[in-house]
């Protein structure tokens, strides 16, 4: 069986790499690094698809070192230790470059067992990983290498691949190939900036052509077909899952109603309905709140049927809620106002609760001054008696600022002139 077309077109040299430009371009750092053939350790972190593997390989080639792959799903410590044994041999003479894939799925013992080989030169780690290394690989590996960041290849350079990938298809079929307009265009926005998907894209997509006469014809109607969801980068415990989620919020505080709908589509297509109402419910919470506080009962409406009816009908109340949040006015006096507080509780600023407020029905022995001396406000004009609701340590804080909106004012302003009276 012949390698898949990503394999059979890999590039061989730094220049025909797609992409990854602000790396590879010769006045950049990590080109230059390589041209000097002195590797240093490193860790290259990006979504998959983008060429951190080719990189590699071309390293290894260009430096003359030995490569050798591990993956981090299936590698074992048994296996660094056949690379250790393999130093000193004649096909090891340059030293070795171990490229590790998916380092993240390496524990701390394993990562640890790298350190001694790659601190004394005996081997170049180049790490590779989708989620970031800060938060997924050890200090020990991260203090000794250097993180470069490959990012998902722009629309332009993947249809010059696609392209260039048809073309190579032709040559090896010796059949002439037509496609529809708009087939190749299709499958560079649709793969997501995976350079390998566009090209499995294309390979299938040949392999689907009908035939007409001496020629084959790729329909864009079977491009759409073979692409569908391949833009979708989706990992709900990864990187992925967190930066969508965190921009759908962020596009919602934001009053962006475009942004907050597209990437409310993403997280619907790759189906994750709970994390949509979740980060709805706290968004009308945390950052409409007491603007316009109708709008909790409201986004909670909508998030109830979303969840009774499922999708894909979810998507409808959904967008409303989403756009509605958007529009809303914006005030997070609340949500400062309980992190403040709770900023207080959690450095040891507590303090006994007034006596007025205590639920006591006797006074011991020790207490001079015999009574509870609650007020009740319900008793007084206005409802409202001044007295001393806070422990005497915090009798001066102030926890809540009304926000700059209508309602927010109107309370405030309501209460300044019932306080003004007494």
Not at 241 to 264: C, E, I, T
Request: net charge neutral; charged share 25%; proline share 5%.
């Amino acid at each position: 069986m012949s390698a898949p077309l990503a394999e059979r077109l890999r590039p061989q040299s730094l220049g025909e790499v797609v992409g990854q430009r602000h790396l590879l371009e010769p006045d950049r750092a990590l080109r230059r690094i390589i041209d000097s053939g002195q590797i240093p350790n490193m860790i290259f972190y990006g979504p998959s698809g983008v060429g951190k593997t080719t990189v590699a390989s071309i390293i290894a080639k260009q430096t003359r070192r030995k490569l050798v792959k591990l993956n981090g799903t299936t590698a074992s410590t048994a296996d660094i230790r056949a690379v250790v044994e393999s130093l000193g041999t004649l096909e090891t003479m340059n030293g070795v470059l171990l490229y590790l894939d998916e380092i993240q799925y390496f524990n701390k013992k394993q990562q640890q067992t790298l350190l001694e080989f790659i601190e004394n030169g005996q081997i170049t780690l180049i790490a590779s990983t989708t989620e970031n290394p800060y938060f997924y690989v050890y200090n020990a590996i991260l203090s000794r290498s250097t993180v470069f960041e490959f990012k998902a290849v722009e629309k332009d350079e993947i249809l010059r691949a696609v392209e260039r990938a048809f073309s190579i298809l032709e040559q090896e079929q010796g059949q002439r190939l037509i496609r529809e307009e708009g087939v190749d265009l299709h499958i560079a926005q649709s793969c997501g900036g995976d350079v390998r998907k566009a090209m499995n894209s294309a390979e299938l997509c040949f392999l689907s052509a009908k035939r007409q006469g001496e020629d084959l014809v790729v329909e864009l109607s079977a491009a759409r077909e073979l692409t569908q969801k391949s833009t979708m980068r989706y990992d709900k415990d990864g990187d992925e899952h967190y930066d969508l989620l965190s921009a759908f919020q962020k596009s919602m505080r934001g009053s962006d109603p475009n942004a907050a709908v597209h990437y409310l589509a993403r997280l619907l297509e790759a189906g994750d309905l709970p994390s949509v109402c979740r980060r709805l419910l706290v968004c009308a919470n945390e950052d409409v709140g007491l603007a316009w506080p109708q709008i909790i009962p409201i986004v909670k409406a909508a998030v109830d049927t979303a969840l009774q009816v499922g999708l894909p009908e979810a998507r409808i109340p959904l967008a409303n809620a989403v756009i509605l949040v958007c529009q809303a006015p914006k005030s997070n006096s609340a949500y400062q106002a309980i992190n403040t507080a709770m900023a207080d509780i959690r450095a040891g600023k507590t303090g006994p609760i007034p006596r007025c407020l205590q639920n006591k029905h006797f006074d011991g022995a020790d207490q001079e001054r015999k009574g509870q001396f609650y007020l009740y406000p319900h008793d007084h004009p206005d409802h409202w008696v001044k007295q001393q609701y806070l422990p005497d340590i915090l009798s001066r804080a102030v926890y809540y600022s009304p926000g700059m909106n209508k309602t927010e004012q109107a309370f405030e302003q309501y209460w300044k002139n019932i306080k003004i009276k007494k």
